[in-house]
């Protein structure tokens, strides 16, 4: 199959790149990774990388970012392009309204070809040629892989970028990890890369106004322990816990802080001892609560987000209640009480 | 100096092994792997391990971590061993009170040797032997290096000492890395290694009452701009941030917390965008105050520690004030201000 690619990507020459909403450090990186690639190939403004949501704040940093497009009104017509590479997408409605240009059979128009390219275990392989690794840490990794198949050496800006998506899709190389990975590591620094700048724009950037709001939201936070029936069935051992906790409009007014500054929150959640399912809640208005869910192994938070109309993966997902913020915490917590029988 | 140092180890019959006071993930590991390597060249049970402080909670997943003995009276004679290894020490007075074990000039018991392998900057060569590689990233990733100089293969336990010295000074791989460190990884993780497991005792293990703390402490943080002038002084850029925070008795006790529960809050701070100098107060009773200062570059908070009788490096250092937490707050600013020239 990487055969079919890299000859599909040698002789194409007008490409749509693309990836999942809500992009995250390998996504974005990627793209940009794979853009200067063909453009090491001789595409040069025959690429397009566009996604449906903007680039986080905190990604900013990255070399030739502003080669992702997002406002949805920039859409190319799909006749314009032969290629659409999806990155990081376990399936295509991962790219949101992205997909809507790339997969449209009663256009009159051709459609283009679709080069699937993932390293998630539940990917559908929907694209006409696939190349899904599910052993790759991240498809940052799969893309440095092509770039030496392809015989493109890389430079400080395309290490910069694989580096960084890799750092973010391991969680600062916590897990995902392989031999393989730190070997890539090891030559993406030889190329270049100073860690400490990436780690830099990454962990150190984080707004005073968002610790105070977290430290308003820790006075909400509360643990139940999961009964040991439910542990036994999903053969998780013998202790867990449920943790949760509430960030509302006055915290935000009163620390004078936004919504993206809770991003980091429940990652620090996730580091509380025996956490094994646990969720945010975040007033957007009167009635309306943003919930965000994670859980740690085998828990499949998907389903609970799906009751709520939401959706997402296993480990993290998430829903959006028509209902004042302390309602939801009641509804929610009715639900997982019934998920995991108490 | 590596030659000499091989053969006095394949030579000498009895090993002190030690390390600093406040013991690390890079001390422990490192003391531990070093005894296991011993012990495959022959040296079984004429290998000691001592340090002044026990090991922290934290660590105690590691292989053989029953090996390190603490209790000072459990000290052996000096007379008793030929050969004195201090690992991850500057200078000698790091290992605290065992210093005066293996550096007793007017004892009449012959004191042992001293090998010195360790990777600070400002190390003072104070061995008989010295090893200092301050491009390694641990001391771990010298054990490393001396197991292959050694010919002795890394099994699995080896392997996990070794990560865990090398991921917990690298601060989760986000600073003092070099490809070498990553090329280390890999064999590491090829020898049985498996991150998750690590990481999860490491990073994932925090009690419940610690982020409750947390979210009181938070109530108290700080910050306050650093004058342009002093940064254009260090050299560090224009912008620049003093944060700092409060621990109380009274927050112990509410969340029924203890002082251990603190650990991780320092490194939450380090995040804040801009921080230059930061510190935390944790008050030990009415009249004494502890004070834990860290710095972000070129600023050198041990300076600082030292006008109020306490030490430790540049960027980490800390200090005990015989004063309420609320006077100590005022003593410290003004120190602060004094020396950034408000």
């Known amino acids: 199959m990487m055969k079919k690619i890299v000859s599909v990507l040698k002789h194409c020459r007008s490409f749509l790149i693309t990836s999942h909403i809500g992009p ?3 996504s974005i ?4 990774a794979l853009a200067l690639l063909l453009e090491k190939l001789g595409k040069r403004k025959k690429v397009i990388i566009i996604n449906e949501h903007t680039v986080p704040q905190i990604y900013r940093f990255l070399p030739h970012v502003n080669r992702v497009s997002a406002p949805y009104s920039l859409l190319p017509a799909p006749s314009s392009f032969e290629i659409a590479i999806v990155l990081d997408c376990s399936n295509l ?8 240009l790339i ?6 128009l051709p459609t283009p070809l679709i080069i699937n390219i993932d390293h998630h275990l ?3 392989f929907f694209g006409d040629f696939n190349w899904v690794d599910k052993k790759a840490s991240s498809v940052s990794e799969q893309i440095f892989s092509l770039s030496k198949i392809l015989g493109l050496p890389l430079n400080k800006k395309l290490a910069t970028l694989l580096y960084t998506g890799i750092i973010t899709d391991t969680g600062s190389f916590q897990y995902h990890l392989s031999p393989t990975t730190h070997k890539i590591i090891a030559t993406l620094i030889s190329k270049g890369v100073v860690p400490e700048e990436i780690t830099k724009n990454l962990y150190q950037n984080l707004p005073f106004a968002s610790l105070k709001l977290f430290g308003l939201a820790l006075a909400t936070l509360k643990e139940n322990k999961v009964p040991t029936a439910f542990l036994r069935k999903q053969e998780v051992g013998k202790d867990g816990k449920l943790c949760w906790m ?3 409009r006055e915290m935000y ?11 980091p929150f429940i990652d620090y959640l996730r580091q509380i001892k025996d956490v094994k399912v646990l969720f945010i809640l975040k007033e957007s208005s009167e009635n309306k609560t943003k919930a965000s869910f994670r859980s740690i192994g085998k828990f499949d938070v998907q389903k ?5 109309g939401g959706g997402g993966h296993r480990n993290a997902s998430g829903a959006t209640l028509n209902e004042p913020i302390d309602q939801a915490e009641k509804t929610i917590l009715k639900a997982i009480k019934l998920w995991m029988g108490y």
């Open 24 to 26: 995250d450090g390998d």
């Open 29 to 32: 990186s990627s793209q940009i």
């Open 93 to 100: 409605e991962r790219t949101g309204k992205i997909s809507s």
């Open 103 to 108: 997969s449209t059979p009663r256009s009159p």
């Open 122 to 124: 539940d990917n559908s």
């Open 246 to 248: 509430k960030v509302t």
């Open 253 to 263: 007014q009163e620390t004078k802080s936004f919504i993206e500054d809770t991003e």
């Open 304 to 308: 609970l987000a799906k009751k709520f």
